[in-house]
C-alpha cells in the first residue's frame, strides 16, 4: 500500500474537481451503474457542479478509475453518491480505499451523518464503519416522477 488510504501502489486520491474526468465518469455511470443507468450527461454535469468529487488516478497514465461524490452542507449531514471504479481497476481495494479516503476528508467538517444507500456493496462500507440505520422507521424518501 502507497499512502495512509490504503491505495495500491500506483494508484493516488484527489479531492480536486478540476481533475474529475465528467466524460468517463458519465460513461461508467449512465451505461454500467445500477442507479444511474442512462443518466444524462447534463444532469452528471450539475451533480458534479453541485458537490464535493473525489477521484483515483493512476499514477503512470493520469487515467481515472474510480470516481465518488459527496452532496454535503458542511456542518451536519453528507450523502455518499455515485461511488464507482472501473471494471479493469476493481478487486485491488480501491474502491475500499476511496470510500475511506472520502470519510477522513469529510472528518474536519465535524458532520453528524454520512448516509449512503447500497444494493450490493454492504460488506465493503461495513469495514469503514457504516452500519444500517438504527430506526429505519424515522426515515422518509419523497420520490419526484
Given at each position: 500500500m502507497n499512502d495512509a488510504y490504503g491505495l495500491p501502489e500506483g494508484?493516488?486520491?484527489?479531492a480536486d474537481r478540476e481533475r474529475i474526468d465528467v466524460e468517463r465518469v458519465h460513461g461508467w455511470l449512465s451505461t454500467d451503474a445500477y442507479w444511474a443507468k442512462g443518466?444524462?450527461?447534463e444532469k452528471q454535469e450539475t451533480a458534479v457542479a453541485s458537490s464535493l468529487n473525489f477521484g483515483v488516478y493512476d499514477t503512470v497514465s493520469g487515467e481515472q478509475v474510480a470516481y465518488a461524490r459527496v452532496v454535503t452542507?458542511?456542518?451536519l449531514f453528507a450523502w455518499l453518491a455515485d461511488v464507482y471504479v472501473?471494471?479493469?481497476?476493481?478487486a485491488k481495494g480501491i474502491g475500499t480505499a476511496l470510500v475511506g479516503a472520502v470519510v477522513e476528508h469529510l472528518r474536519p467538517f465535524g458532520l453528524r451523518?454520512?448516509?449512503l444507500a447500497t444494493d450490493d456493496a454492504h460488506g465493503v462500507y461495513a469495514k469503514l464503519g457504516f452500519t444500517p440505520l438504527h430506526r429505519p422507521d424515522q426515515w422518509m424518501v419523497h420520490v419526484f416522477e
Open positions: 494508484y493516488e486520491f484527489s443518466r444524462p450527461r452542507d458542511k456542518a472501473e471494471p479493469s481497476a476493481r451523518r454520512l448516509l
